[in-house]
């Protein structure tokens, strides 16, 4: 008893130092919980190496997720395959289920283009079509599905950069060459062009890494405002940033999930020992 005692006040003195450090607030209660995705035994190997092993956890519609843990410890390889990225990988292995609804959407039957489409990804580094504008970037993923109505394109595409905290920086060069964006900008670009298909579930790779500070405020409140829409999962090493946006908190550590949770919880009573030696910044 002494002991756990001990071991809160650590952790919460550690959180309560920073004045940043401040709670998404959003109560959840057992029934606004509905489950949007669930990974069953998910391992995803490479060749004779483990990217991931058995995880099962689930993603609860309408809350935003975060995915935490030390590098290379397997984030980006469960967030790939929560919509089949891997199947572009030739040396990765994916087994186990990954529900969507209740269908598992490694099954012979889904076709994996409609899987990207409902499930968007934002990738770590900024990813635009370098011979497209940037109006053509953010439309890209409409003008595949055969939209073509110009008044529509544009509407969407003010809507997405707005969305992405970018509109008002390239509003007078939308016909300018994606690349010639600052990485920052082409982050922006790139999480535009995912909400322009407007998404069910939205997988984000440390989205705001290389955004400046005022841009990833505005990103963290666009997470906020999405999730409303949106099943949000996001990878962040910023852990005040995981405690700002997240309702719940995976951590992993060597490809395994140690434990997910309420982030409130994850954050000031972990159960693992292992969480806690992370978050105090003992590892990783
Ligand atoms: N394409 C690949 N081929 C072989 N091994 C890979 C591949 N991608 C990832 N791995 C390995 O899988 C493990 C998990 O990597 P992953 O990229 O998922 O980590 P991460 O938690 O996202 O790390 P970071 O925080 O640095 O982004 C690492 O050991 C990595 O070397
Ligand atoms: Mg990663």
Do not use: W
């Amino acid at each position: 008893m002494m002991e756990n005692l001990t071991k809160e006040k650590s952790l919460t003195s550690i959180i309560d130092t920073s004045s940043e450090f401040q709670f998404n607030g959003v109560k959840s209660t057992a029934s606004d919980m509905k489950i949007r995705m669930e990974t069953k035994n998910l391992t995803v190997m490479y060749g004779k190496s483990t990217g991931i092993k058995d995880v099962s956890i689930p993603i609860y519609d309408n809350k935003v997720t975060a995915l935490i843990g030390p590098s290379g410890c397997g984030k980006t390889t469960f967030l790939r395959a929560l919509n089949r990225m891997h199947d572009m990988t030739r040396i990765a292995k994916v087994t186990g289920e990954v529900l969507l609804d209740n269908k598992n959407i490694y099954d012979e039957d889904v076709n994996p283009v409609i899987i990207r489409r409902k499930i968007g990804m934002v990738f770590q580094k900024p990813t635009p079509f370098p011979t497209m504008s940037i109006y053509d970037n953010v439309v890209a993923g409409l003008k595949l599905v055969g939209i073509r109505k110009k008044s529509l394109l544009q509407d969407v595409c003010e809507k997405a950069l707005t969305q992405a905290a970018l509109f008002d920086e390239v509003k007078d060069r939308l016909n300018d060459s994606g690349v010639s964006l600052s990485g920052g900008q082409q982050q922006r670009l790139s999480i535009a062009r995912a909400l322009a298909v407007e998404p069910e579930v939205l997988l984000m790779d440390e989205p705001t890494s290389s955004l400046d500070p005022q841009a990833t405020t505005r990103i963290e409140e666009l997470i906020h405002t999405l999730k409303n829409d949106v099943t949000i999962i996001i990878i962040t090493h910023n852990m005040q940033q995981a405690a700002r946006v997240s309702d719940k908190t995976a951590f992993f550590y060597v490809g395994d999930l140690v434990e997910m949770g309420d982030t409130r919880n994850i954050f000031t009573k972990p159960k693992e020992k292992k969480t806690e030696e992370y978050l105090t910044g003992r590892f990783g």
